[in-house]
C-alpha cells in the first residue's frame, strides 16, 4: 500500500450523517471519500478544467 497521509476536514451535520448512514452499509468515511476523489481526478484528466476567468473581481478588497 502506498505511504498514507491523514487529513482532517469539517463538515456541515448533513454531509456527516449521510456518512454515518454508508457506515450502517459497511462502507467507511475515508474509503468513500477516497474513491470519490479518485473518480473526479480521473474526470479532470480526461478533460481538463477551463482556465478561471479573467474579469472583473466582484468581492475585491
Do not use: H
Not at 454508508?22 to 471519500?33: E, N
Not at 477516497?34 to 474579469?55: H, I, S, V, Y
Amino acid at each position: 500500500m502506498p505511504n498514507l497521509v491523514r487529513i482532517v476536514i469539517q463538515l456541515p451535520v448533513d454531509l456527516k450523517t449521510q456518512l454515518d448512514n454508508l457506515k450502517q452499509q459497511g462502507y467507511t468515511a475515508s474509503g468513500f471519500i477516497r474513491a470519490m476523489l479518485e473518480r473526479e481526478f480521473a474526470k479532470l484528466e480526461e478533460k481538463p478544467a477551463p482556465p478561471f476567468p479573467t474579469g472583473k473581481r466582484v468581492n475585491s478588497r
